[in-house]
C-alpha cells in the first residue's frame, strides 16, 4: 500500500495528466503583458522586417523621461526580447549602409529630436541586457517627437513608401521617432547620354489591334535619362521614362508630376505590363510594345 494518502496520489496524477494536455496551449496562446507583432514592407524586392514585443501604458505616463525609460539610456523600442530587424538585401537607413541580415533594434534616447538608432548584428539580447558600443554596432540618426499623439501600445509602422524607399516610424507614448530608408534599385531611369543618343526622335505608331497608324512617340533625352511622351497626349501616360532592363529593351516610369521638367518622382514602374523591344530592321530603328501576356500593343518605326 502507498505510504501516501490516496486523495494526495490521485490529486498528483491528475495534475501530471493535466500537465501534458495543458502545458503545450499555455506555450503557444499565453496572454502576454506584451504582445508580439511583426510588420514588413517590400519595396522593389526588398524586404525590411520588424518584429517586437508591444509594452503597452497601462496607465504609466509619462514614459520617457521616466525611470521607465531614462535620457541618455540605451533601449529596445519593445519589450522582453530586443526588437529585431531583418532585411533580405543590401540597404541604406539615413543615408547609412545596412548589409542585409538580422540586427538588434537600440536607441540612445535623448532630451533632444536627435536620437541614434544603434543596430547590432548580435539580434538576440535580453531588453534589460543593454549592449555596450563596440565596432560591430551600426549607428543610424534618427528624428524624434515628444509632441506626437499619445499611442498606448508601442508601434512600428511604414507611413510612407516610394519606389526607392520609404520611412520607419516608432511611436510610443508621446513619441514618434522616424527614420528614412532607401533601397538598392533594381531598374533606374539613367542612362548615359551616349547610350540614349540612338533612341531619341520621332516614332510612327501602328496599332497592334487594327495595324492602321495613328499616333507618334517622341524619344527626348532629359535629367539623366530617355524620356517619351505620344502624340496626340495620352492622359495616362503623358511624359514617361523609358527605363532599360536589358539590351535594347526598355520599360515605363511614371512620374508623380505630369511635367517631368519640373522634377517629380517616380512613382511607379510598367514592368512587365508595358515593355518595349527594339531592334534595327532594314536600317531603321523600330521596336515592339507588348503587355504581360504578350499582347501586341504597338509597334513603332523611327522617321528619318
Same mark, same amino acid.
Given at each position: 500500500?502507498s505510504?501516501?494518502?490516496?486523495?494526495?496520489?490521485?490529486?498528483?496524477?491528475?495534475?501530471?495528466?493535466?500537465?501534458s494536455?495543458?502545458?503545450?496551449?499555455?506555450?503557444?496562446?499565453?496572454?502576454?503583458a506584451?504582445?508580439?507583432?511583426?510588420?514588413a514592407q517590400?519595396?522593389?524586392?526588398?524586404t525590411?522586417r520588424?518584429?517586437?514585443?508591444r509594452?503597452r501604458?497601462?496607465g504609466r505616463?509619462p514614459?520617457?523621461?521616466?525611470?521607465?525609460?531614462?535620457?541618455?539610456e540605451?533601449?529596445?523600442p519593445?519589450?522582453?526580447w530586443?526588437t529585431?530587424?531583418?532585411v533580405?538585401?543590401?540597404?541604406?537607413?539615413?543615408g547609412?549602409?545596412?548589409?542585409?541580415?538580422?540586427?538588434?533594434?537600440?536607441?540612445?534616447?535623448?532630451r533632444?529630436?536627435?536620437?541614434?538608432?544603434?543596430?547590432?548584428?548580435?539580434? *538576440?539580447?535580453y531588453h534589460?541586457?543593454?549592449?555596450?558600443?563596440?565596432?560591430t554596432?551600426?549607428?543610424?540618426?534618427?528624428?524624434?517627437?515628444?509632441?506626437?499623439?499619445?499611442e498606448?501600445?508601442l508601434?512600428?509602422s511604414?507611413p510612407?513608401?516610394?519606389?526607392?524607399?520609404?520611412?520607419?516610424?516608432m511611436?510610443?507614448a508621446?513619441?514618434?521617432v522616424?527614420?528614412?530608408?532607401?533601397?538598392?534599385?533594381?531598374?533606374?531611369?539613367l542612362?548615359?547620354?551616349?547610350e540614349?543618343r540612338?533612341?531619341?526622335?520621332?516614332?510612327?505608331l501602328?496599332?497592334?489591334?487594327?495595324?492602321?497608324?495613328d499616333?507618334?512617340m517622341?524619344?527626348?533625352?532629359?535629367r539623366?535619362?530617355? *524620356?517619351?511622351?505620344?502624340?496626340?497626349?495620352?492622359?495616362?501616360l503623358?511624359?514617361?521614362?523609358?527605363?532599360?532592363?536589358?539590351?535594347?529593351?526598355?520599360?515605363?516610369?511614371?512620374?508623380e508630376?505630369?511635367?517631368?521638367?519640373a522634377?517629380?518622382?517616380?512613382?511607379?514602374?510598367l514592368k512587365?505590363?508595358?515593355?518595349?523591344t527594339?531592334?534595327v530592321?532594314?536600317?531603321?530603328?523600330?521596336?515592339?510594345c507588348?503587355?504581360?501576356?504578350d499582347?501586341?500593343y504597338?509597334?513603332?518605326?523611327?522617321?528619318?
Amino acid at each position: 500500500m502507498s505510504q501516501f494518502p490516496a486523495r494526495l496520489v490521485t490529486r498528483v496524477l491528475l495534475l501530471a495528466a493535466l500537465s501534458s494536455v495543458i502545458s503545450p496551449t499555455r506555450a503557444q496562446g499565453q496572454i502576454k503583458a506584451s504582445e508580439l507583432q511583426s510588420i514588413a514592407q517590400t519595396v522593389d524586392g526588398t524586404t525590411v522586417r520588424v518584429t517586437y514585443s508591444r509594452p503597452r501604458m497601462r496607465g504609466r505616463y509619462p514614459i520617457f523621461g521616466t525611470k521607465r525609460v531614462q535620457w541618455g539610456e540605451v533601449w529596445t523600442p519593445g519589450a522582453n526580447w530586443a526588437t529585431l530587424l531583418e532585411v533580405n538585401k543590401d540597404l541604406t537607413i539615413a543615408g547609412t549602409k545596412v548589409p542585409k541580415g538580422k540586427y538588434g533594434i537600440w536607441m540612445i534616447v535623448d532630451r533632444s529630436a536627435n536620437w541614434t538608432m544603434l543596430l547590432d548584428p548580435k539580434w *538576440k539580447q535580453y531588453h534589460t541586457d543593454h549592449p555596450k558600443p563596440n565596432d560591430t554596432q551600426i549607428r543610424v540618426a534618427v528624428r524624434a517627437d515628444s509632441n506626437a499623439a499619445r499611442e498606448e501600445a508601442l508601434t512600428w509602422s511604414f507611413p510612407a513608401i516610394t519606389v526607392r524607399g520609404g520611412t520607419l516610424a516608432m511611436h510610443w507614448a508621446n513619441m514618434r521617432v522616424t527614420t528614412d530608408f532607401a533601397v538598392e534599385p533594381s531598374i533606374s531611369e539613367l542612362l548615359p547620354e551616349a547610350e540614349a543618343r540612338p533612341y531619341l526622335g520621332t516614332f510612327e505608331l501602328t496599332n497592334g489591334k487594327t495595324g492602321k497608324v495613328d499616333a507618334k512617340m517622341i524619344v527626348t533625352y532629359a535629367r539623366g535619362g530617355l *524620356k517619351a511622351r505620344f502624340d496626340p497626349k495620352d492622359d495616362y501616360l503623358q511624359t514617361f521614362a523609358l527605363m532599360r532592363t536589358g539590351p535594347q529593351v526598355f520599360t515605363v516610369g511614371l512620374y508623380e508630376s505630369a511635367e517631368v521638367y519640373a522634377g517629380g518622382e517616380i512613382y511607379e514602374v510598367l514592368k512587365p505590363d508595358m515593355m518595349f523591344t527594339f531592334k534595327v530592321v532594314g536600317g531603321v530603328l523600330t521596336f515592339e510594345c507588348r503587355g504581360e501576356d504578350d499582347e501586341l500593343y504597338f509597334t513603332g518605326k523611327k522617321l528619318p
